[in-house]
């Protein structure tokens, strides 16, 4: 969904190139905050979940939904909605990850935006053809991703621990 890429990749011109940005990029925004929103339900769910199970869960789910996506439960329901979500049972404790992966997309993308192309901007940029990306990803996050603990590979990489500063100048306008 990268207008430069597609532009690169597509022979687009300048003008669909401008045309597919801005609808790409509201769209990027809207997707990456319900998803924020909805995985901090799932985390806060699960919390809660493991730290008492026994409670009422169909209405503690209700509660994470409406704090953290201000979606209000409906009338009269007391339904298991909760447990259809298959990640409970074959992956417990683990939506967080996905919300601390695009942190770090964003936080890499910064990185490799602004030191290692050195560029001014991060509008329209595309990663191809661009040898020096190829190469610190390869150095700096394949090479060493088994000898040091994920956060850590991240402040080797990017200078800095893992933080939403990124994802927010990315998402949140």
């Given at each position: 969904?990268?207008?430069?890429?597609?532009?690169?990749m597509l022979g687009l011109t300048d003008q669909q190139r401008d045309d597919i940005q801005k609808v790409g990029d509201k769209y990027a925004q809207l997707k990456q905050l319900i998803f924020a929103r909805w995985a901090m339900v799932m985390?806060?769910?699960?919390?809660?979940?493991?730290?008492?199970?026994d409670q009422d869960l169909n209405k503690l789910w209700w509660q994470m939904v409406e704090k953290y996506q201000f979606i209000k439960a409906p009338a009269g329901r007391n339904e298991p909605d909760w447990a259809a979500k298959i990640h409970f049972t074959i992956a417990p404790v683990y939506y967080?990850?996905?919300?601390l992966g695009e942190l770090?997309?964003?936080q890499l993308h910064n990185h490799l935006v602004y030191k290692?192309?050195?560029l001014k901007s991060s509008d329209n940029v595309s990663y191809v053809g661009q040898k020096k990306v190829g190469n610190f990803i390869t150095e700096n996050i394949f090479r060493p991703c088994a000898e040091y603990?994920?956060?850590?590979?991240?402040?080797?990489?990017?200078?800095?621990?893992?933080?939403?500063?990124?994802?927010?100048?990315?998402?949140?306008?």
């Open positions: 969904r990268n207008p430069a890429w597609m532009q690169q985390y806060n769910f699960e919390k809660e979940l493991y730290a008492n199970p967080h990850n996905y919300l770090f997309a964003s290692v192309l050195d603990r994920w956060n850590v590979m991240i402040e080797r990489a990017t200078g800095e621990p893992l933080t939403a500063k990124y994802f927010v100048e990315q998402f949140v306008k």
